[in-house]
């Protein structure tokens, strides 16, 4: 019989998925706290249908049912702005799980505060990192919500009892929910991730089964695919000509990107709880882009921003990835970023071809490099070769001041 | 006629390739400083005989030929070291030109401390990178020493007036060199770089002649090759348990990665001087071995360590790309590094397929993943997730009183 | 008798103190480069008159003279700007030189594009600071602009040669610039170095007659002087209740600190050209400034944004130091403070008294400072010593790993 | 009565003070755990007699008593490395207390182990930042060892009852103690810090009677001390002349800076669990120790050096403050900063008047402060200042393409 530490709720807004674990969770605030529940499930393109959530949140006796389509705001006000960063957790995960939370976290306190209610809940476990992302958001937007994080308080710790509870309480569970999955899996327009038990021997490569949004590089066509993706103010706009909107472009990448084999990361990782982890990552559409991006910086972008945003990078990427995304310093990271990308605007072109997103071309009506500096020919003057030497001699002043004093 | 800024010059140590540049430089110091040429020819991996270069050199009348394998050193010294800091500039480039020439500069200080010289004389032109590097290094180990660069004193600066000079001093000349290269190539055991002409322009695609030392992806087996890589102290030391030298190993991983069309790059970067330049790069092994340091560290350092060194990074890969691997500020990163590494052991599985070094297994007897902290399963009290809430409640308790503040 | 390469210059505008050296200078411009010389002298709060540069310009032939107050510009553009990042270089100088430089280049470029003038001219040496960050302003403003540093290049080196070239040329010479100063001295509002001469062995203290803009703490009152700052986001509105203008305000603050023995700076500091020099800085009203903005970022900035803050500032003193103000990696980290200060305000109780500004009191409604959280008295429920438990078991999980892992 | 978490605890390493609170505290685990106590007293240079806590301990029931005089190793081990970084947290603080928790923590797991204890406690309470430094050390050096924290267990929450507590278990409590102290104190030989009750407002100046360790400035002789440090690898070892031992030098300093009144700070600060308090800090002979190592860096540092120290230092001092002392991340910036202290070496001239410690002098034998370089007079050669031209022509460089590119 599950018991938790009863406060007093009134009424809870629930991020509800409708599966069985955020059903049975929907069904223990029910008893646990004997409060309202509001549930609320978004659309973030993890490409499952909401209505069956609906018919489930009905049954069970939910009055206010939020069913929403955010994928246009995910990728615009979340995705976008952490690719203008080229934000890497630990030199490679594109942070396709961290991304989504704030943003699920936004809409429940908005809607905590739409329908009055006094708490939050959400279905993550108390081992990982989402637990955080969650709650630091929701405390971030309202300091006064109290949040319940139901699998930190119940006795329904094992698959079995969990099901037993389900059933005891006339909540479906399906067939194939009924044995353990063999790992569990998260899924958003940026990126499925894929960890725990079968995945968890860090020596032992992933079978094929476990991904399920990229086809392997050794499926992938023997012929490339070349396209071009358009930018303006660091953000892509088009492909191949086409403007599309944030979602719909990211929707078209992600299917490029399936299609060539590319994306996939197996990776083991720091959680901000302290352990470590090992999660695969399909993140096929953003690998496109997180290279497409680098390719227009490269020409657009002066070396001194180019620089500072590499050295201020990981600490951004760091902040998200742990949960900071409505934390100042993340604000203020973000205010710097975005400053070096007004002009960060042209086309890339980009080869994707058995896992490789390769920046074949470039090109912009504000690029930087400039032939008559770098060529080979006699540049007319534009750079005078014996100011390097002057460059040099004082670069190197210290140097030579350092070693006569240490001799 | 050469022109040059007459100074007393008794003796100088040329870095001497052999080639027909290089060839003219000798000459033209012989004549412009009327000063004893020693010349050194170091094999640092670049696939070219070295007998010919003496041969060359005693033909102009050198006494002193100085001729030095130096692939281990090369290895030991200088790229394993830079390869513990995972460094990449501008995200992207594994710095193979870059780590190359402190130990060319290092060598000529030392021979001209053997020889008695006064002066020191590279063959890298006053635009690029590689003449800051020569001459900040040559002035770090040696204040006193004098500088010659040809590129920035001759009038040499057509391919033509060139070849009328060595033509006219008895330098022989090869037939595929009267005409203009199409583009210029720089190599080493850690990679090839191909810049210039042909590549100018950064929207057109590198030619597949322009590649060196890499076949395609796409000509690639279409069966992939796994390798498992032993580390110890941060550097690998062996190849599917076989233990090789630091060059030997990197000459494997060079076969194995040309062999699977890995290690391509084609990149617009900054340099130091100021200008943006596009390059091509091939470095196949150190693409595989980048991968494969990620791996081992990914088990085995903790997550404190791995988040500094991800932070100091692009400074670290900064300074080596501008020239300052002899700088106080490279000595103390390469101390914090180092530090890091002491526990980097263990063994790295890769599989190496068209272009792709994915890692695709880790262990290690030092080995940070604990999987009773990990795992879905109960994990009988190794991790009590109630501690997760006051770890949540006091990370965000800021963020509250920040909220509460601005309300 | 002057030598320089003589370039093609139609007009130049001269940064004109009115002094000897520049005096001497603009001649030198009109007979070495045959060109018309506009001038350009600027009210900073050096605290000199400003109509004698006008006639002396006038009697030297000049049709184009640009005489302006820009303090408040000063003040609020630059200064103001720089203090809310509590710049400070190598740990001690306020950067009171280094903010002036980038303003007096900005209406140099403006008046030659006025004028049609294809050229500007400073009188700052080649062995110091000012000259790169004049014409690394200059340049960047407008990257056509021809530059003339004449201490760079006429053969007046010698104050004798100087002085003989002035009395050749019927420019006046006042008796006390006959003789050698015996150091140099640099003014503005926000402060006054010196440096040379008397000043350059770094072991011997400086004369009391160094100082000119604060009397000893020794020769201050007796009596401490209260005082309080008001602040909105980020800068100083008033002293004591008193709204003021951004220079009234510094103004103000002078001579407090002037009369308190305040802002004394002895220091031995590296310039970008590569050697190290020794400077004495009086900087009264900024160094009571400096203290007060830590006071009230103390309880109005959250601790994230305050140590992002504090983690970037030495790069962006770094970059105003070195000239690089108008740099965008300079514009970006100025976008990261200037979203932080936002909310910094209130007021501030500083405390003078013979050399010390010591904060004694901040208030501000906007304060995140919270009694009831920090009191040692029970606090009703604000906050729950428990979370700590949880709080430090998984800060420390990582560590106890790490600790397992390696024995 | 109080209750407790009963853990299954034998034997337990108590950080004993033989003040009230701790006697309590020993009492208590005594009877709750009823468990074995060991007492561990330090003589960190506090100021206290150490006796009487025996006599209390064995009056108590206690058996293996331990009491150390660790002054040398404190300043040795802790404070001298963390002064070689010139570390202020926040800018201000100079982290007497931080520094020695990690000491104190390290000894009681020695005797832990020593004493085959299986437990570890301290007297810190649940809102501070001690608790977390005592034990992420015990738990970086100890994984398996278990922590008491009796104020975050028990329920003695208030002045009362903890008195009747005592009271009832005999324990003696001093007639002063009986009411509330008007805010509480920790000290150690590098520094004595104030908070809570009377200093709570941060609107409000701290009394005099807060200050133990320093006179006021207004009491400072009316003349000035001056005296001379001399440096041997970044660290203190003697004072005029005179060699003395870590621990020797810095009660020197102290007792010079009390006299002058020097070192006093009242800072608002933010914690590392989460809110912000005010703290006032009296370090005499820390304050001159800081401002000393900077005027002996000037000299002998390196500017590549020198400012990465300076970026790297909020960082390092945010780690102690935060109680990472014996993380893997402060152990690499130690490397780092230990690796640049190689020639820190020579002497500084410092002058101490009433508050203010002002270098006024500096001299090395390493010094690379080169007169020459930076003379204003002919300096032979040693300088070309057409080299300046070339060097600010090729920083412009990328400036100048940027403004072209964007006009």
Known sequence: MPSAPTRDIKKVVLAYSGG?????????????????????????????ELEPARKKAEMLGIKEIFIEDLREEFCRDFVFPMFRANALYEG?????????????????????????????????????????????????????????????????????????YAEKHQIPVAKDKRGEAPFSVDANLLHSSSEGKVLEDPWVEPEEMVYQRTISPEEAPDQATVIEIGFKKGDPVSIDGEALSPAALLTKLNALGKANGIGRLDLVENRFVGMKSRGVYETPGGTILHAAHRGIES??????????????????????????????????????????????EGTVRVKLYKGNATVIGRKSEKSLYSLKHVTF???????????AAGFIKLNALRLRLLKRGRG
Chains 1, 2, 3, 4 share one sequence.
């Open 92 to 164: 490679q995960y594109l942070l396709g799980t961290s991304i989504a939370r704030p943003l699920i976290a936004k809409r429940q306190i908005e809607i905590a505060k739409q329908t009055g209610a006094d708490a939050v809940a959400h279905g993550a476990t108390g081992k990982g990192n989402d637990q955080v992302r969650f709650e630091l958001s929701y405390y971030a937007l309202n300091p006064d919500i109290k949040v319940i994080a139901p699998w930190r308080e119940w006795s329904l710790t094992s698959r079995t009892t969990l099901i037993e």
């Open 299 to 344: 020409i657009t972008l002066d070396r001194g921003a180019a620089h500072l945003k590499d050295e201020i990078m990981p600490r951004y990427a760091e902040l998200i990835y742990n949960g900071f995304w409505f934390a100042p310093e993340r604000e203020m990271l973000q205010a710097l970023i975005d400053k070096s990308q007004e002009h960060v």
């Open 20 to 48: 069985l674990d955020t059903s049975v969770i929907l069904k223990w605030l029910q008893e646990t706290y004997r409060c309202e529940v509001v549930t609320f499930t978004a659309d973030l393109g993890q490409g499952e």
């Open 377 to 387: 020919e006699d540049d007319a003057g534009a750079y005078d070769q014996r100011d």
